[in-house]
Nanobody, 134 residues
């Protein structure tokens, strides 16, 4: 089991910024090996949606169209921490943001969309709430 803990959420006005953190820990973390990390979000009554993704070695990052140009994902493997920097926040960004991990190279889709598939992620954090006011 890998434990993930998100933090950094809160209330922010439209146009503001937040920096979310996701810290991985647990007794099996070392044996889990290298892992990719995705950020997802879910608003009440809405489907969980992909936000951003980063491979274990920073080789690739992916962003949802809604996040491109506004959000940035980064990580520090020594700290087992992944950040999601969110800028120019909009009310529609309001959601619970969750980080999730999957083992690197575990599954790939022909169209390269595997990073968007939440079913491929083995572990999830509890989420941190982000509220963007108008």
């Amino acid at each position: 089991q890998v434990q993930l803990e998100e933090s950094g959420g809160g209330l922010v006005q439209a146009g503001g910024s937040l920096r979310l953190s996701c810290v991985a820990s647990g007794p099996t973390l070392s044996t889990y090996g290298v892992y990719d990390v995705g950020w997802f979000r879910q608003a009440p009554g809405k489907e969980r949606e992909f936000v951003a993704y980063i491979t274990w070695n920073h080789a690739r990052t992916y962003y949802a169209d809604s996040a491109k140009g506004r959000f940035a994902i980064d990580r520090d493997n020594a700290q087992h921490t992944v950040w999601l920097e969110m800028n120019s926040l909009r009310p529609e960004d309001t959601a619970v943001y969750l980080c999730a991990v999957r083992r690197a190279y575990a599954q790939r889709y022909p169209d390269g969309s595997q990073y968007q598939d939440r079913s491929l992620y083995a572990y999830w954090g509890q989420g941190t709430a982000v509220t963007v006011s108008s």
